[in-house]
């Protein structure tokens, strides 16, 4: 079981990126994938979930409304189009997948397996 994070990069405020995370070993449409990121010399926070079940989306409050989840299928990897970015959006982004075939954001997911992160940087 593996995940792939990808599509980091320096975009200026205002911009727009999207980071993909590709799983090797299970398929990402059975479980509930998660991004989450860590600043430098912060905590590492939850950012956005997709359940496998329904494919309802959450984000946290700091993103709603510009970040978005989605899953492509065919290539079983999830994207976070992320838009209107801010200086502050700048992290180190890390998926998550809770190996729980059928496993939903909504229940409290277990994010065992983690991709490595991709860098985020966001000029003012």
């Known amino acids: 079981v593996q995940l792939q994070a990808s599509g980091g990069g320096l975009v200026h405020a205002g911009g727009s990126l999207r980071l993909s995370c590709a799983g090797a070993?299970?398929?990402?449409?059975?479980?509930?994938i998660g991004w989450f990121r860590q600043a430098p010399g912060k905590e590492r926070i939850w950012v956005s979930c997709i359940s496998s079940t329904d494919g309802s989306t959450y984000y946290g409050d700091s993103v709603k409304g510009r970040f978005t989840i989605s899953r492509d299928s065919a290539k079983n990897t999830v994207h976070l189009q992320m838009n209107s970015l801010k200086p502050e959006d700048t992290a180190a982004y890390y998926c998550a997948a809770d190996p729980t075939f059928g496993s939903s954001c909504a229940t409290g997911p277990q994010f065992r397996s983690w991709g490595q992160g991709t860098l985020v940087t966001v000029s003012s």
């Open positions: 070993g299970f398929t990402l449409d059975h479980r509930a």
